[in-house]
């Protein structure tokens, strides 16, 4: 039975590290030239999105890390992939550089409300307390997943179109939010 349960949290972990990985890795190397294509916008507005998205999360991520000891790292990561499921959809609908502002704000939040809970979790998985192999399996699922979304991310945004990349990016983090909701019964 130990076994099977081990077993079972390696699969969630690489399942979450998978789906996680692809819905972050897909908007990465073709962002930019969204946000350019799109909305018309400098290099250097695309540096201030990413300054934004990135100073969001590390300003919240204490924070998040202090709910998910308090609340539960599943309901703190599900209400972060839910926020960042709506995000990736938001920016299909982004009418101007000022919503992208707004939504690279919310997306650094909902950031900051998974990693932590995310890696907490991945720690938890393994009752035989060796959280570093575990993290390291967790990692480097998220690196070649991120590797091969960026691959596909390109090939979807010049064959089917930046909105369809968005689409799936949402489904993405939604298909994890559905694994934490089973992983929690």
Do not use: H, W
């Amino acid at each position: 039975m130990l076994k099977l349960k081990s077993s079972r949290s390696l699969m969630l972990a690489m399942a979450l590290s998978t789906l996680y990985s692809l819905g972050v890795g897909l908007l990465g190397p073709v962002y930019p030239i969204f946000v350019v294509n799109r909305f018309s916008a400098t290099i250097i507005d695309v540096g201030f999105l990413y300054a934004l998205f990135c100073g969001v999360a590390a300003l919240f991520k204490v924070v998040a890390g202090r709910l998910a000891d308090a609340y539960g790292k599943e309901r703190i990561l599900l209400i972060g992939v839910i926020m960042g499921a709506v995000c990736s959809l938001s920016y299909i609908y982004a009418p101007n550089i000022i919503s992208l502002y707004i939504i690279e704000f919310l997306f650094g939040a909902s950031y900051a409300l998974q990693r932590p809970s995310l890696l907490a979790l991945i720690v938890d998985l393994d009752e035989k307390k060796r959280s570093g192999t575990m993290l390291g399996i967790f990692e480097s699922i998220y690196d070649i997943t991120e590797a091969v979304a960026a691959l596909l991310a390109t090939f979807i945004a010049t064959k089917i179109g930046f909105e369809t990349l968005f689409y799936i990016c949402s489904g993405c983090q939604a298909t994890t939010g559905i694994f934490i909701l089973r992983y929690k019964r």
